[in-house]
Structure formats: structure tokens, C-alpha cells
């Protein structure tokens, strides 16, 4: 579909009427008639039945509509970006991290960007470790931000930070009684975490191997938001990495560290074939201090953890 026919068919199932949709694109009816005409044409799918005067989606256009969506939503904001880059207003980073990450450290630094640079404005994705380390060498995004991992060829990589395997429990869970946590302390318990082959997950496998025991895993999950409000709703113990609890948003759930400690790079990437712009520059320096903060937050909240060993049976 061409860019115009986005907008129409956006236009039409975001409204009620030809007419509607019309007023919306600042056209005539007939045009958008026709344009609709073309794109039915063009995929060879009805994508409205006419009932009584009235545009109805067909099942067709129902499955289309999100991806349409998506793509016009991109289209407006590349259209904005230009008029503010054009008008001298407007700069626009894009950044793709993990997806912790992304809520606390990206979000973090592009506030505090944005409290010193109004006119700032950013595109942000989420993916895996992989597929952000992908499309930074792919010169997709500006800059990346994940977990530890092998940097591939075209990425520049940077050492943010490192953080720490991790346990998240409610706090009146008998766990939050101990300053650290061991895979044997574990053994029997329902644990929440990542799916083999995230570096979470193979960490902690590789301890209760150590150990001789076997994690009980109820649930594996792709965020670490949703282990999070599993183990705030009781679904036991979540092993994440910490920052998502550190940064205050679960504050009915308690991080205890996983013992032997397993350590994680925070790691921010760049494109090796394109140099930074002074705003790239300072979204980086903004992503040093809110790691920074973060870390030390979390390093705070280990510090306040019980000091007197219990067992936790």
C-alpha cells in the first residue's frame, strides 16, 4: 500500500463515515472513495461491506487495521520530525534496549534529557539482546542498551554498569527475612523467571547445578514487569535482574541478592559507522548518570536488607 492509502484506510476505520474520515484527511468524499477503491484493487480484499450508507470492516480489514495502524503512526511521527528538523525546533533520537532496561534506564535518561532539552523528542523500541544488537550495527537506531553480550561486528560497545542476579518477593514472604539467597534456599520453591538461553535464566541454572538441585519453575516469562507483578500477587519467588524493583516501581516487593553473586554488564551500543551528533552525546551522558543512580539506589536497598542470617523454613 502506498502512503496516502494508509492514511485513508486508518482514516476510515477510526471513523464512522465516508464523510468523517473525509474531514479528517481535509479531502472530499469521493476521493477517499476512490482511493479506497484502489487499495481493494491493489491487495485484491473487500475491505468494507456498504450497509445502509455505512462502511462496515470486513474480518480482512480487521486483521490489517493494527499493522496499519502502527505503520500510519510511524508515518505521522516521521512527517512531525521533519517539520520540526526542517523548522529548527526539533531533534529526535532513537534508542532500542531489553526490556528492563528500557523502563528505568532509557526512560530515566531521556527525562532528564528532555527537563534540560524541551524540544527533544525520541522513538523507542524493545527487543531481545540480539535483535537490538542487530539493528544498532544496521544503523536502525542511534543507540542500543542491553544485557551482557558479545558485541557483533558493526557495534561500538560501552560498559554502563553491572548489576546483579537477583530475587523479588513480597515482603511478607519468608525470603525477605534473609540478606542473600542461595540456590539451595531455593530448592522447592515456585520461582518466576526468564526462558532457558536468556542470561538470567542460564545463570541461575548454572548455580543450582553447582549445587546439586533443581529450580522449580512455574512460570517463564519475557519481562521482567510480568515476573514482577506474578510475584506481587504471590506466585512466589521472581529471579530478575534488580532494577526494575529498584527503581521503586513495585514497592510491595523486596530484592534480595542470588548468592554466589552472578554479575551482569549493562552495555550501551552504538553504530561503529556513524558518528554521534552532540545529542546522541548527551542522551549517552544522561544513560551514565541514571544507570549510576540506579545502581547505587539498588546498592542502598542491599545495604537496608537484614543483616542477621535466618533460615527461611
Known amino acids: 500500500m502506498k502512503p496516502r492509502q494508509l492514511e485513508v484506510l486508518y482514516a476510515i476505520m477510526s471513523s464512522s463515515s465516508l464523510t468523517e474520515a473525509a474531514r479528517l484527511l481535509g479531502t472530499s468524499q469521493p476521493a ?90 525520541m522513538r523507542m523500541d524493545t527487543a531481545s539482546a540480539r535483535a537490538v544488537a542487530e539493528a544498532v550495527a544496521g544503523r536502525e537506531f542511534d543507540i542500543g542498551v542491553i544485557y551482557g553480550l558479545s558485541p557483533r561486528p558493526g557495534v561500538a560497545s560501552e560498559v554502563l554498569g553491572q548489576t546483579f542476579v537477583a530475587c523479588a518477593m513480597r515482603r511478607d514472604h519468608p525470603f525477605a527475612r534473609l540478606r542473600r539467597i542461595t540456590a539451595k534456599e531455593l530448592t522447592g520453591e515456585a520461582i518466576v523467571t526468564f526462558p532457558k538461553g536468556a542470561p538470567i535464566r542460564d545463570r541461575l541454572d548454572a548455580a543450582c547445578r553447582e549445587a546439586g538441585v533443581e529450580p522449580r519453575v512455574i512460570a517463564e516469562v519475557t519481562y521482567s514487569r510480568t515476573a514482577c507483578i506474578l510475584a506481587q500477587g504471590g506466585g512466589g519467588v521472581a529471579v530478575i535482574d534488580p532494577l526494575i524493583v529498584s527503581s521503586g516501581t ?28 552532540r545529542l546522541i552525546d548527551a542522551m549517552r551522558d544522561e544513560l551514565r548518570a541514571t544507570t549510576r543512580e540506579l545502581l547505587a539506589a539498588h546498592a542502598r536497598t542491599d545495604d537496608a536488607a537484614p543483616r542477621q542470617r535466618r533460615s527461611a523454613r
Open 250 to 277: 513495585f514497592p510491595d516487593l523486596v530484592i534480595r541478592p542470588f548468592s554466589p553473586a552472578q554479575p551482569i554488564d549493562l552495555l550501551l551500543l552504538s553504530p561503529l559507522s556513524r558518528p554521534p551528533s
Open 32 to 121: 477517499v472513495s476512490a482511493t479506497l477503491k484502489q487499495m481493494e484493487e491493489a491487495t485484491a480484499l473487500r475491505l468494507f461491506h456498504r450497509l445502509g450508507g455505512r462502511l462496515v470492516a470486513t474480518p480482512e480489514a480487521e486483521l490489517l487495521f493494527p499493522e496499519v495502524e502502527r505503520l500510519f503512526r510511524h508515518l505521522q511521527a516521521v512527517r512531525h520530525m521533519t517539520k520540526g528538523i526542517r523548522e529548527g525546533v526539533f531533534d529526535f533520537l532513537s534508542v532500542i534496549a531489553t526490556p528492563t532496561p528500557a523502563d528505568t534506564i532509557v526512560a530515566g535518561a531521556f527525562l532528564r534529557l528532555r527537563a534540560k532539552r524541551p524540544a527533544v523528542g
